[in-house]
């Protein structure tokens, strides 16, 4: 399948065999990632492959290999780094890896000191985890997705693609409000799961880029409207 299939198929890979995936795949994801758009240019992030022992321990699953996200501190640097790994994901599955979003875990202590001795001005954000899955992993299960009418004023059916993304503990936190030029793009202001918000905006986000790579692009817009209970991430067209 290629990525915009994956769209519809993907899952969260909680098991995996035990062995190291091929060096020919890990190259290849590799130079996808090197070659993957980002959805902020100018902001800059940084990642690490490793392995299980280079991580804090996790309790119910574990995976052979992990990719650790970092990137320069900005109000946006956690949506563009969702963007560029939700790439990673589907590109990752496509090849027929088993992946998974990690809040709950990240690098060992001592690599993170390691990182930021080096880059004091970045911040951990997120891992993943992937590897080859045990078992088939089932079909894709989009149980409680919220309906097109609760994450738009407009029911643009080209916005499905955002609204079957992924998100920490399935909270959805994205809402796209119809403007003439696009939509502007809003988080929840939903303090249970602020942590991950703004990587979840760029997940959603990233899902309408691979529907749309040739005319999809971010921008500001210099006075959105505020919404109750919601904080403007960025504009859009697609």
Known sequence: MNMKEMIATRHSCRAYKDEAVDEKTIESLKHFLAEAKPLFPELEVRYEFLGLDDMMPIANYHAPHYIVVYAKKHPLAKVNAGFLFQQFDL???????????????????????????THPD?????????????????????????ALEEISDSLDERLEPARLAPSAKNGQP????????????????????????????????????????????????????ELEKRVYITSIRF
Do not use: M
């Open 91 to 117: 590109y990752a599955q496509s090849l027929g890896l088993g992946v998974c979003w990690l809040g709950i875990t990240g690098p060992e202590e001592d690599l993170r000191k390691d990182f930021f001795a």
């Open 122 to 146: 970045y911040e951990y954000v997120i891992s993943l985890s992937f590897g080859y899955q045990e078992g088939d992993g089932g079909p894709a299960h989009f149980h409680g997705r919220k």
């Open 174 to 225: 994205w809402y796209f409000l119809h403007k003439e030029d696009g939509y502007d793009v809003y988080k929840d202001d939903n303090p249970a799961v602020t942590r991950w918000q703004e990587v979840d905006i760029g997940i959603a986000l990233a899902h309408l880029y691979v529907y749309h790579p040739a005319t999809f692009e971010a921008f500001t817009r210099e006075e959105p409207k």
